[in-house]
């Protein structure tokens, strides 16, 4: 019960120091912001997930945000389509096809190669 509390305490803190210290968005012109065909799956108060969506604000990439806790359906999406539940997962639809990408670290880079440089 008190690890619960504190897990949950935790969170909330980091969601809140997330938002006190969000870096500035890169600015875009109306044309490259259009849909990008992204979705992440996360859990709000994950701190991967809240490096991976402070990548998103920072780059100011548009992006659909599935929570694969409190969402019995995108959660057995990730499962089923994605291949396992972990978080956070970007879903990137190019070309008709999906692709699933696990990782903090691999979707931030994913993101600086196809966005920072637009």
């Not at 997330?18 to 990008?36: G, H, N, V, Y």
């Not at 920072?58 to 694969?68: C, G, M, S």
């Amino acid at each position: 019960m008190i690890i619960k509390a504190l897990r949950i305490g935790l969170g909330q803190l980091i969601v809140l120091l997330d938002l006190i210290t969000r870096p500035r968005k890169l600015k875009r012109a109306p044309e490259t912001q259009a849909a990008s065909g992204l979705a992440l799956y996360q859990i709000p108060t994950c701190p991967f997930c809240v490096k991976t969506r402070r990548t998103l604000y920072k780059l100011n990439v548009p992006v659909t945000l599935r929570d694969a806790k409190n969402n019995p359906q995108d959660r057995q999406t990730l499962l089923e389509q994605g291949g396992k539940i972990q978080v956070p997962c970007l879903r990137i639809e190019e070309n008709g096809q999906s692709r699933w990408l696990h990782e903090s670290k691999a979707i931030g880079v994913y993101l600086q190669e196809r966005f920072a440089a637009i």
